[in-house]
């Protein structure tokens, strides 16, 4: 199968720092990898899409300044949550697809964040 | 604009009875494929379905099937002989063939009686 790993599952920081999550895919090649951001007893709201070599395109809404996103290399793509405060706290979800415009996509275990 | 509704928000089922979380859909284009994903306690989201809009046949995965009413943009999932493990949030979603963006329901809780 198609293996997602996130890094850290679970990370907490002090407001004002930044924390930064990874999502590597462990037995493929991901050309394109998702951001997702769940909140409690609520859906996944995509954050932003990630193309291999290219700049992440972030939704409607989305800080992009401060929600880096690097995906440099075609099995890891990170999010870099700057200058952290309590309302970034949530549930953060990667996916990752095999090729451009694929039609299944494989999620990563998902990264807990608490800023204290 | 692609969206994807569940109504129900909570659903409960007796061990080993079955039942049917329901999802509507909104879109467009005729070229789509219509998902199904399980998010337990632990948070991992598992694909549990896959349909595409093309084919006719609803897709069935083990005591997993799909009710897919095209004309009424319906996507219901069947689960028979419920278990217990298979309490869990489940997602319905959509992906527009040629586009990368997977659009997820709210989400249905269900709870599996003992």
């Known amino acids: 199968g198609a293996v997602v790993s996130q890094h850290p599952s679970r990370v907490i920081c002090k407001s004002g720092t930044s924390v930064k999550i990874e999502c590597r895919s462990l037995?493929?090649?991901?050309?394109?990898m998702f951001w997702y951001r769940q909140f409690p007893k609520k859906s996944l709201m995509l954050m932003a899409t990630?193309?291999?070599?290219?700049?992440?395109?972030?939704e409607q809404g989305v800080e992009k300044d401060k929600f880096l996103i690097n995906h440099a290399s075609l099995t890891l793509s990170t999010l870099t949550v700057t200058s952290a405060h309590p309302e970034d706290s949530s549930f953060y979800i990667c996916?990752?697809?095999?090729?451009?415009?694929?039609?299944?996509?494989?999620f990563g275990q998902g990264t807990r964040l608490t800023v204290v | 604009a692609q969206t994807v509704t569940q109504s129900q928000p909570e659903m409960s089922v007796q061990e080993a009875e079955t039942v049917t979380l329901s999802c509507t859909y909104d879109?467009?284009?005729?070229?789509?494929?219509l998902f199904w994903y399980k998010q337990p306690p632990s948070r991992q989201m598992i694909l549990v379905i896959r349909?595409?809009?093309?084919?006719?046949q609803n897709a069935t995965e083990n005591r997993f099937s799909v009710n897919f009413q095209k004309a009424a943009k319906s996507f219901s999932l069947k689960i028979s002989d419920s278990q217990l493990g298979d309490a869990a949030m489940y997602f319905c979603?959509?992906?527009?063939?040629?586009?990368?963006?997977?659009?997820f329901g709210q989400g249905t809780r269900l709870t599996i009686n003992p």
């Open positions: 996916s990752a697809t095999r090729q451009l415009l694929a039609t299944e996509a494989f």
């Open positions: 037995d493929f090649q991901a050309t394109t």
């Open positions: 990630s193309n291999e070599g290219s700049k992440a395109t972030y």
């Open positions: 879109t467009s284009e005729s070229d789509y494929y």
């Open positions: 349909q595409e809009a093309y084919k006719q």
């Open positions: 979603a959509s992906l527009i063939q040629g586009a990368q963006k997977l659009v």
